[in-house]
């Protein structure tokens, strides 16, 4: 009994639950996708759902295709958020921390309802669904993503960095650039990783916008799950997270004071 | 002048974000089938929402559905998130670490994968997918922000207080429930908001995990919907009615967050 209080007590072993839910619910999938990816029905090694993959030109162009909208749709995120998280941070422009909430707040609402509603409106409007509503969609889907994070890196910036380059005679444009976008580096690298995982890998999303013209590898895994071909969706998702695991290395070392920040309320 | 184009401009990105919004706030008050079309002002909608009229459509069944997912994976997780969080706090060297390596994986990967990962999990392990494997799949990606969010809060607390509790004669139990609980609150709330709302708006991973057995919440009952061709018309005013609850709801806990901050600084 007393050995049992003093296993209890102990409070670093409070994260066993979580550490064996984590290993059942978040280890055990993980090594599951590569299992269904890489062994034959039956045992045995197999390279041959991820060969499958590089000789489906279907696949392999949307998933060219996906690339490409993922990466306009980071690049007008960052043109078109970073000038607002950077009004916002600016006591010149903007006094209330609320303003903020405002801006991010349309992200709690079910986003495919969202979705739904500006294709709706592109319809209304009589605007033909395409590659631009796409990338519109897409851009109003994931823009407070773009903008928490570096509104977040801006507003802790100490401005005595700003005054001290203005003192020394930089005018307003080289401040800017020298001083000011530098140190927000990480909630640029942070925004950019917010805004093309989930872009990358929409599904659903892009056939609403586009009336089916236009689809994504997330909706290439879903059909072949769907389809019960789980070995050779296993083996795309694997191709997905190692785009994934690419991109997060990239800017791994300034995500995680963001998320520590304490998320997005 | 400056500030004027600063307006214009915030103004035209806030029109651009909030233009659907509005959108179905003001179409959710015509009857027309057609999302986009006005055939005369009424509120027929919002009363067909009330009067029980849609008890068939299975659109209250997927709203009573999705907020009992929400609540039930937003206390659990806020549950084992909050202890993990403890016990991490508490531990060093290889255990820590794989602990937060896995506790990160279900934040960085995208809800397709974790949706995938998870349906494969079930299928393996021989589950039948319903009501209790969208519940677990919600706790799995919902923990991890509660861990993040009470992290902080035991870096601000004083770690010799539970100390003290047992000393006194506390059980382990006790000085958690009387002493570190109360001081990690805030972080447990907001742990418990952002899991709920994340529960609430999930598509991808309810998508895959929740078989065949005809469970619907929200999103995928948006999602077959439309997929049917034409979205019940009643979704526009409960989401008309959900936006304005959660622009309340935000705009109070916000605006006593900077009050309170306000009132620290004053203190200082």
């Not at chain 1, 066993?16 to 045992?43: D, H, W």
């Not at chain 1, 409007?125 to 590659?131: F, H, M, Q, R, V």
């Not at chain 1, 851009?139 to 802790?156: A, E, H, Q, T």
């Not at chain 2, 907020?67 to 549950?79: D, E, G, R, Y």
Request: aromatic share 12%.
């Amino acid at each position: 009994m007393a050995r049992i209080q003093n296993i209890i007590g102990k409070r670093s072993n409070w994260s066993f639950p979580y550490a064996v839910f984590l290993i059942l619910f978040v280890a055990l999938p993980m090594v599951l996708i590569m299992g269904y990816a890489f062994v034959k029905e039956g045992g045995g090694f197999t390279f041959s759902n991820i060969t499958r993959f590089f000789t489906d030109s279907d696949a392999l162009s949307t998933f060219a295709v996906s690339i490409e909208i993922a990466l306009e749709t980071t690049a007008i995120c960052l043109l078109l958020g970073y000038p607002v998280a950077w009004l916002l941070a600016n006591s010149k422009f903007n006094k209330s921390s609320i303003t903020i909430v405002i801006f991010i707040l349309p992200m709690w609402i079910n986003a495919l309802m969202r979705t739904l509603a500006t294709a709706d409106l592109f319809n209304m409007l009589g605007i033909t669904l395409g590659k631009g509503t796409l990338l519109f969609g897409m851009v109003y889907d994931y823009l407070p993503f773009m903008i928490y994070p570096i509104y977040n890196v801006l507003r802790r910036m100490d401005p005595s960095y700003a005054e001290a380059a203005q003192d020394l005679g930089a005018k307003p444009a080289k401040v800017f650039t020298s001083v000011t976008l530098p140190l927000s580096l990480p909630g640029i690298t942070s925004g950019i990783m917010m805004v093309f995982m989930p872009t990358v890998s929409t599904f659903a999303i892009s056939e609403f916008l586009t009336n089916n013209k236009i689809k994504l590898f997330g909706t290439i895994i879903q059909e072949n799950i769907n389809s019960s071909m789980w070995s050779y969706g296993a083996a795309l998702s694997f191709i997905m997270l190692i785009i994934i695991g690419l991109t997060s290395l990239l800017t791994s070392s300034s995500e995680e004071d963001n998320v520590a920040e304490g998320g997005l309320i | 002048m400056k500030k004027l184009f600063a307006r214009l401009y915030l103004g035209l990105i806030l029109l651009m974000l909030y233009a659907p919004l509005i959108f179905i706030a003001v179409s959710s008050f015509t009857e027309s089938r057609v999302l986009g079309n006005w055939t005369g002002f009424s509120t027929k909608l919002y009363s067909n929402l009330f009067s029980g009229e849609m008890s068939n459509s299975g659109l209250m069944s997927a709203v009573n559905n999705t907020l009992l997912i929400a609540l039930i994976a937003a206390l659990v997780s806020t549950l084992l998130g909050t202890l993990a969080a403890i016990g991490i706090f508490h531990s060093r060297g290889r255990r820590k670490n794989v602990v937060m390596f896995l506790n990160n994986i279900p934040m960085v990967n995208p809800d397709v994968i974790t949706g995938v990962s998870l349906f494969l999990l079930f299928v393996f392990l021989g589950v039948t997918q319903g009501y209790v494997s969208v519940v677990l799949a919600h706790i799995t990606f919902c923990t991890p922000y509660v861990v993040l969010n009470v992290l902080p809060k035991l870096h601000q607390m004083n770690p010799k207080t539970y100390e003290a509790a047992l000393d006194l004669g506390a059980t382990p139990g006790q000085a958690l429930r009387k002493v570190l609980i109360p001081q990690l609150m805030p972080g447990m709330v907001t742990g418990f908001i952002l899991a709920f709302t994340m529960s609430l708006d999930d598509f991808a991973v309810t998508f895959f995990t929740r078989g065949t057995v005809g469970l619907e919440t929200l999103s995928t009952f948006i999602y077959t919907d439309a997929r049917k061709g034409g979205l019940t018309p009643e979704l526009r005013p409960l989401m008309t009615i959900i936006f304005i609850v959660v622009f309340a709801l935000l705009l109070i806990f916000n605006i006593r967050q900077e009050r309170a901050a306000k009132k620290k600084a004053l203190l200082k």
